[in-house]
T-cell receptor, first 115, second 114 residues
Framework: EADIYQTPRYLVIGTGKKITLECSQTMGHDKMYWYQQDPGMELHLIHYSYGVNSTEKGDLSSESTVSRIRTEHFPLTLESARPSHTSQYLC??????????????FGPGTRLTVL | AQSVAQPEDQVNVAEGNPLTVKCTYSVSGNPYLFWYVQYPNRGLQFLLKYITGDNLVKGSYGFEAEFNKSQTSFHLKKPSALVSDSALYFCAVRDGTNAGKSTFGDGTTLTVKP
């Protein structure tokens, strides 16, 4: 069972608010990812990190930012939430290298609604 | 509970030959099926999906997949492989009646040799 956690699970917030979505994993994985997913649809990569102090933007343009100060923690921040940010945000982690260790482990997700 | 199986950890093909990456699934209700690719030093990238309609789905980079309900399969195919197709491929399923999270397979490493 994967040990990757996201908080909050659900968030309803007004336009213009600053929010931080938390993600932590206790598996010591170097690789971590943030995906955005509309209900029933595909994932889109918005940020990823391959280790401490390493962050990159993904394929989907996003106004969010991330940080990776500790291996286990990969928070995502929206400085000013807008209704277009309404979606589900999934955090994932992955061990670095080796056959059979490439599985991505997903957190339960944060369902964000911006009014 | 839903599940996905990718029976092959590795698939090796020669450039120019057709490739198949296998995926079978188990889900209650109508399945939503997805294929993703992960290139080195990147996150998952969406390739294609089956939600409803034609069983043959065409996606990015010349890939396609065929939904087979009786065999509960959704194999990824490409008529002519390129060396640049070498990557890790993930199949995923979710129950069409459930807006919860997808279940991913363990991944298949595709190596295309020149």
């Amino acid at each position: 069972e994967a040990d990757i956690y996201q908080t909050p699970r659900y968030l309803v917030i007004g336009t213009g608010k600053k929010i931080t979505l938390e993600c932590s994993q206790t598996m010591g994985h170097d690789k971590m990812y943030w995906y955005q997913q509309d209900p029933g649809m595909e994932l889109h990569l918005i940020h990823y990190s391959y280790g401490v102090n390493s962050t990159e933007k993904g394929d989907l343009s996003s106004e969010s930012t991330v940080s990776r100060i500790r291996t286990e923690h990969f928070p995502l921040t929206l400085e000013s939430a807008r209704p277009s940010h309404t979606s589900q945000y999934l955090c994932a982690s992955q061990r670095d290298g080796g056959l059979g260790t490439d599985t991505q482990y997903f957190g339960p997700g944060t369902r964000l609604t911006v009014l | 509970a839903q599940s996905v199986a990718q029976p092959e950890d590795q698939v090796n093909v020669a450039e120019g030959n057709p490739l198949t990456v296998k995926c079978t699934y188990s889900v209650s209700g109508n399945p939503y099926l997805f294929w993703y690719v992960q290139y080195p030093n990147r996150g998952l990238q969406f390739l294609l999906k089956y939600i409803t309609g034609d069983n043959l789905v065409k996606g990015s980079y010349g890939f396609e997949a065929e939904f087979n309900k009786s065999q509960t399969s959704f194999h990824l195919k490409k008529p002519s492989a390129l060396v640049s197709d070498s990557a890790l491929y993930f199949c995923a399923v979710r129950d069409g009646t459930n807006a919860g999270k997808s279940t991913f397979g363990d991944g298949t490493t595709l190596t295309v040799k020149p």
